[in-house]
């Protein structure tokens, strides 16, 4: 006899899945609440740090694009130091 190792596992009742989901996420939000000002920190600190790497490039794009169009040195340092 041999049987299958999922034989013996219920399907979940549908009709408890939205209590327990709701029960799941009320606990999540009673954990976030009171660390809220972190989360918040923590997620705009991150946002930064991703689209950093991005200010490179377009700044280059900006001293080549102003170089070929005749600015002074002065101005293409200024935008250098940026």
């Given amino acids: 006899m041999s049987s299958s190792p999922v034989a013996n596992v219920d399907a979940p ?18 954990l976030i ?23 490179g490039p377009v700044l280059i794009g900006e001293v080549v694009d102003r170089a070929i169009a005749g ?4 101005e293409l340092i200024n935008l250098a130091l940026i």
């Fill in 33 to 55: 609440v009171p660390q809220k000002w972190a989360y918040l920190g923590l997620s705009l600190a991150l946002t930064i740090l991703a689209l950093l790497p991005l200010f």
């Fill in 71 to 74: 600015a002074s040195p002065s």
């Fill in 13 to 30: 009742d549908p009709t408890t899945a939205p209590s327990q989901l709701a029960a799941q996420w009320s606990t999540l939000v009673a």
